[in-house]
């Protein structure tokens, strides 16, 4: 068996998407309720990001690699491939100890001493009347952040609505808010952009804060 | 807990991380480098710090006396620094046609590219576009500020 070639790949282009989704799990994790701290030992968007594309260049680790079945990789197919390496590492970090010592529901308010709440006690109170209200608590939060953009506003409070997020098509809240796709569009990279930059600031302030 | 809710949780983070990544893929190269200062993300510093990461396993391949991947032997050749040319003549010209690439990469224009007058100096800006400019301006010059401090 010969080994693939890699001639097509763009490593630089590939980590940097790998970041990029990184930051998208980490802003549906706030969306979900709840609210990120990491803290100094804790793992960024980079840090993740860059761990799961090492794993897969290491040759000593052999739990990620590119089967030699496969065709010749891509940047785009080793993207696809290490988002769902990421993608199960992100939720094995928030399982993890470390992850419960570093994470908190702290959408409302800046109290260093406040108990948190970890992924698993989320999951445990999911569909329950309570794990609601504190879902409805965090879209209230969310939607705070938006209050000078009233425009992004009423996109976002129909995005998180209770049907599911994105339930609705772009031609669907178009209609319901009166503008074009194309505004809907442009809105929703807007919205992606400071959700991701909420969710940035956030990680390094409480980091700083230690 | 039941795993059925853990699972439905995770089913909901993933598909709105999914969502949100839907326009990414359409991005190019240059815009995924943009869209990573926008959140605070120093593309150049991460090419760098994982250019140094991949050295490092290279090193402590050679030095155990095995063969380096070609996956790891591309990963290092293409996050050098510029002004470092791979020593290998192939790996040295595709390293400058990436070079190369991304300044042609750099000045594409959009398709839909229109003209527009600047109207900041008018006073005559929307509200969120004057938020977007400042926010750019005060980025900028803070860039400015940290390296004029790094070369003092």
């Given at each position: 068996m010969t080994e693939p070639s890699f001639v097509a790949v763009d490593f630089e282009e590939v980590l940097n998407?790998?970041?990029?989704?990184?930051?998208?799990?980490?802003?549906?994790?706030?969306?979900v309720g709840l609210q990120e701290r990491i803290l100094p030992g804790g793992e960024s968007a980079e840090d993740l990001a860059m761990t799961t594309l090492l794993k897969f260049l290491d040759p000593l680790n052999v739990s990620v690699t590119w089967s030699e079945q496969k065709a010749d990789p891509t940047t785009a197919t080793v993207v696809a491939y290490l988002r769902k390496v990421l993608q199960r590492d992100f939720f094995d970090l928030k399982k993890s100890k470390r992850y419960r010592t570093t994470v908190y529901v702290d959408a409302y308010s800046d109290d260093e001493d406040e108990v948190g709440t970890t992924l698993d006690q989320l999951a445990r109170t999911f569909e329950t009347p309570e794990g609601e209200a504190q879902r409805r608590q965090q879209v209230e939060w969310i939607l705070k952040q938006f209050d000078s953009e009233p425009e992004l506003k009423d996109i976002v409070r129909l995005q998180l609505d209770p049907k599911g997020y994105n339930a609705?098509?772009?031609?669907?809240?178009?209609?319901?808010?009166?503008?074009?796709?194309?505004?809907?569009?442009?809105?929703?990279?807007?919205?992606?952009?400071?959700?991701?930059?909420?969710?940035a600031s956030r990680s390094t302030k409480e980091a700083e804060h230690v | 807990?039941?795993?059925?809710?853990?699972?439905?949780?995770?089913?909901?983070?993933?598909?709105?991380?999914?969502?949100?990544?839907?326009?990414?893929?359409?991005?190019?190269a240059e815009e995924v480098r943009k869209e990573l200062r926008e959140t605070g993300v120093d593309p150049d510093d991460l090419k760098s710090r994982f250019h140094e990461?991949?050295?490092?396993?290279?090193?402590?391949?050679r030095l155990a006396n095995r063969a380096v991947p070609l996956s790891l032997k591309?990963?290092?050749?293409?996050?050098?620094p510029v002004g470092q040319l791979p020593?290998?003549?192939?790996?040295?010209?595709?390293?400058?046609?990436?070079?190369?690439?991304?300044?042609?990469?750099?000045?594409?224009?959009?398709?839909?590219?229109?003209?527009?007058?600047?109207?900041?100096?008018?006073?005559d800006i929307s509200e969120p576009d004057q938020k977007g400019l400042d926010e750019l301006e005060a980025e900028l010059k803070a860039k400015v500020k940290k390296e004029n401090e790094h070369q003092t």
């Amino acid at each position: 068996m010969t080994e693939p070639s890699f001639v097509a790949v763009d490593f630089e282009e590939v980590l940097n998407r790998l970041v990029l989704y990184a930051q998208s799990l980490s802003a549906a994790v706030v969306c979900v309720g709840l609210q990120e701290r990491i803290l100094p030992g804790g793992e960024s968007a980079e840090d993740l990001a860059m761990t799961t594309l090492l794993k897969f260049l290491d040759p000593l680790n052999v739990s990620v690699t590119w089967s030699e079945q496969k065709a010749d990789p891509t940047t785009a197919t080793v993207v696809a491939y290490l988002r769902k390496v990421l993608q199960r590492d992100f939720f094995d970090l928030k399982k993890s100890k470390r992850y419960r010592t570093t994470v908190y529901v702290d959408a409302y308010s800046d109290d260093e001493d406040e108990v948190g709440t970890t992924l698993d006690q989320l999951a445990r109170t999911f569909e329950t009347p309570e794990g609601e209200a504190q879902r409805r608590q965090q879209v209230e939060w969310i939607l705070k952040q938006f209050d000078s953009e009233p425009e992004l506003k009423d996109i976002v409070r129909l995005q998180l609505d209770p049907k599911g997020y994105n339930a609705y098509s772009n031609q669907e809240l178009a209609q319901l808010l009166n503008t074009t796709v194309a505004d809907i569009e442009n809105q929703k990279k807007r919205i992606k952009l400071r959700l991701r930059k909420l969710v940035a600031s956030r990680s390094t302030k409480e980091a700083e804060h230690v | 807990m039941s795993k059925k809710k853990t699972d439905r949780l995770f089913d909901d983070i993933c598909n709105m991380a999914k969502h949100m990544a839907e326009s990414d893929e359409v991005l190019t190269a240059e815009e995924v480098r943009k869209e990573l200062r926008e959140t605070g993300v120093d593309p150049d510093d991460l090419k760098s710090r994982f250019h140094e990461s991949v050295k490092h396993l290279a090193e402590r391949e050679r030095l155990a006396n095995r063969a380096v991947p070609l996956s790891l032997k591309r990963a290092v050749d293409s996050t050098r620094p510029v002004g470092q040319l791979p020593s290998d003549p192939v790996a040295a010209t595709t390293f400058a046609e990436r070079w190369l690439e991304k300044f042609r990469s750099t000045f594409a224009l959009p398709t839909n590219l229109e003209s527009a007058r600047a109207y900041r100096a008018l006073d005559d800006i929307s509200e969120p576009d004057q938020k977007g400019l400042d926010e750019l301006e005060a980025e900028l010059k803070a860039k400015v500020k940290k390296e004029n401090e790094h070369q003092t």
